[in-house]
């Protein structure tokens, strides 16, 4: 698998309206053929801090999800609400080996 | 999801034997009820460095891993091999919410 999580800290006024585009962008791109995982998650100490933890079957997969209308209408949407620019860090997914 | 990323830094002697004792974890993990992932990453810049990220459908779940005996057998095995100890970092999944 090609991981990566992407850290984003959102502006505290719009952490509803980022957790709402986000859900939207979950639910198409897990429908991805080369999705594994697209995961939503939310720091329990701070709400405005998440990740997005993004498997693909490998780095084309990934590159394609760059490519998809849910992702660039996602990433036009949540612009403005970012409080610091996302920092995507890539991993190399030993297991699952699928 | 209650999800935890492991941060693992291990010593440069021991790579491949952390990762041969991980996929054995990983392995019996996944077969947990309350398991969701149990993926296991290496950092693509510097083969030392791992992230385990263990997701469970709550807290209760993510503790009952830790007193399973291959979570046990893992954690023993892998002690000496640890340049650091290891941070645990837990987020709130909010999707998928399964």
Excluded: C
């Amino acid at each position: 698998m090609h991981v990566t999580l992407v850290h984003v800290h959102v502006k505290a006024d719009h952490i509803d309206d980022f957790i709402a585009a986000t859900r939207l962008n979950h639910q198409a791109s897990i429908q991805e053929p080369g999705n594994r995982r697209f995961d939503v998650l939310q720091a329990p100490d701070d709400a405005s801090r998440f990740i997005l933890y993004e498997a693909y079957v490998d780095a084309n997969a990934a590159t394609a999800h760059k490519q998809t209308a849910h992702y660039l209408s996602w990433r036009n949407n949540v612009a403005d609400w970012m409080a610091e620019p996302r920092q995507g860090v890539a991993y190399r997914g030993l297991f699952p080996q699928d």
